[in-house]
């Protein structure tokens, strides 16, 4: 069993080893690949407790990286929410280097009126993107070390006036078998 493990992951290995984006693509930066994998916790948002779900893995030949989020309220079941999150690196046109900056959408279980385009930029052990919808915009920073993942999100209104939307401090967990 041992054995047939090990090939189990040197042939994952080998697969992502094959991902090649289109020429020219500019590189999935290295702080949102850092994601990739299964993480979990209790966090919170406006101020409720939910259990997350996170999973994360490249797609589109690697010239992309998608975030798959599940969390449900913890006094509640029947409140759930789930969100797909798409990463890209964007070229800087300032700095002309590869991944200097991050572009990124977000789709929800809200709908069609749930989605946004952002932009960011990439830090040391993470990046930070800005969502802008009607009434807020919200600055999502994800900070990535081996075991541990923390994720929060802002809210600024058109005012200026800044408001802690969510927050989670997450570890890593097993992956679901597809």
Known sequence: MKYVGAAVWLLAGAATCAFAPEPGA?????QVAALGGCWESVGS?????????????????GALFLVEVENVAVGDPADRYAAHLIFGGKTSPAEGGEGATVTGFYADSFGGDGVAAGSGSVRPHGFEIAYAYPQASFVNRWTIMPNALSWTITATDLAGSEQGFAGYEMTRAECPVD
């Open 26 to 30: 500019a590189l999935v930066p290295e």
């Open 45 to 61: 948002v406006m101020g409720k407790a939910v259990s997350i779900a996170l999973a994360a893995k490249p797609i589109t030949e």
